[in-house]
């Protein structure tokens, strides 16, 4: 079946360093792919998203590409901040049987230090 | 104020009580759905709903119901058949061929 597998946190980083979090996917067909970000007690809020292979998705500093051929879909951030401090999803978008749902990564725990 | 909101922020259950969740959207969209969230799992699916009467088990259905008799609502209801209901419960609406919404969620305590 469709699944998504992210690096495992937390990733700790100093403010301005450059962040990766790397996501690979396993679906049948061509899936789009979403980066969603958690803040300590709210829901999801969409990041980035990329609908077909080699789109990069891109919004706050942050960018994602597509990439069918290894079947990935990394995060990253030139230089992060304090505020990014957060929990970070990857997610797949999988049809079947004419219904439409999200498969999600078991989520990468950041954490920015001044 | 257009969204989707989830009531109430803050739910605690005894044990063997049934318990529902709200979940309300103005925004017209059709398919509507139920996420759990466990710590370092993710979000695993409950339910989901396509159109108003009709609704889809998950991969985590066991010890919960819904119901869809309106397109604003999709209400979950935890039941005292589930096992280890404490757990973040987001309901999200599907806004675009792309897009999914989430609500700000409800997280539920089994006292």
């Known amino acids: 079946g469709n699944s998504v597998t992210q690096m495992e946190g937390p990733v700790t980083l100093s403010e301005e360093a450059f962040l990766t979090i790397n996501c690979t996917y396993t679906?049948?067909?061509?899936?789009?792919l979403f980066w969603y970000v958690q803040y300590p007690g709210e829901g999801l809020q969409l990041l980035l998203k990329a609908t077909k292979a080699d789109d990069k998705g891109s919004n706050k500093g942050f960018e994602a590409t597509y990439r069918k051929e290894t079947t990935s879909f990394h995060l990253e951030k030139g230089s992060v901040q304090v505020s990014d401090s957060a929990v970070y999803f990857c997610?797949?978008?999988?049809?079947?049987?004419?219904?439409?749902?999200?498969?999600f990564g078991a989520g990468t725990r950041l954490a920015v230090h001044p | 104020d257009g969204g989707i909101t989830q009531s109430p922020k803050y739910l605690f259950r005894k044990e063997g009580q049934n318990v529902t969740l709200s979940c309300e959207q103005n925004l017209n969209h059709d398919a509507m759905y139920w996420y759990r969230q466990d710590p370092g799992q993710g979000l695993r699916l409950i339910y989901y709903?396509?159109?108003?009467?009709?609704?889809q088990k998950g991969d985590i259905a066991e010890g919960y119901s819904v119901s869809r008799e309106k397109k604003e609502s999709f209400p979950l209801t935890v039941t005292s058949a589930q096992k280890n209901p404490t757990a973040f419960y987001l309901c999200a609406i599907k806004e675009t061929d792309y897009g999914y919404t989430f609500g700000s969620g409800t997280r539920l305590t089994v006292v």
């Open positions: 709903s396509q159109i108003v009467n009709d609704f």
């Open positions: 679906a049948t067909g061509y899936p789009s």
């Open positions: 997610a797949l978008s999988s049809t079947s049987g004419g219904y439409n749902k999200l498969i």
